[in-house]
């Protein structure tokens, strides 16, 4: 059985939230949630897909919880929720982040963030894509001068245009 994992990224804050988040995705996966594990370490997370609310009854430890809508914009969080509780229902959820304690607080993750999450393969394939489309759009600020200057360096082009520019 071959288990995906998410990476998870705040897209407001610009940070990493859980690079191996596995999804609960089914009627199974979902009524197990955590139960039984000893831990999370500090880079795992469950994300239970559908819900608007969870459970943490035999869960030997307390969690995080980030609740998002359909687009993945976060409505709700609870920092450190205990143990064998209920956590409250949010209606307008259509999924909630089970992670370690601690991930809202260093993330500052607070309700209105926009998260990203893709599975690992394609993390690294949306970051160059949006670094490239970000140098293209700063070349392009700078009226296309920066192509023109650099172009005209390594021509040797640079004093020629200088001199015809200012008549000396």
């Not at 430890?61 to 687009?71: A, R, V």
């Not at 089970?98 to 690294?124: F, K, M, N, R, W």
């Amino acid at each position: 059985m071959n288990i995906r994992t998410y990476c998870v990224y705040n897209q407001t804050r610009e940070c990493f939230l859980s690079l191996g988040v596995t999804a609960a995705d089914t009627t199974f996966a979902r009524l197990r949630g955590l139960i039984g594990r000893l831990k999370l370490r500090i880079d795992e997370g469950l994300w239970v897909v559908p819900s608007c609310g969870i459970h943490t009854m035999g869960v030997l430890f307390p969690l995080d919880l980030i609740y998002l809508d359909e687009s993945h914009k976060v409505i709700h969080v609870l920092e450190h929720f205990p143990r064998f509780r209920v956590a409250p229902l949010r209606t307008q959820a259509s999924s909630v982040l089970e992670l370690p304690t601690h991930t809202i607080y260093s993330s500052q993750t607070q309700p209105g963030d926009q998260l990203l999450i893709c599975a690992v393969e394609e993390i690294a394939n949306r970051f160059n894509r949006e670094s490239v489309t970000r140098h293209k759009n700063q070349s392009q600020e700078a009226g296309g001068d920066l192509v023109y200057r650099s172009a005209a360096k390594d021509s040797g082009f640079t004093k020629q245009r200088t001199e015809e520019t200012t008549g000396h």
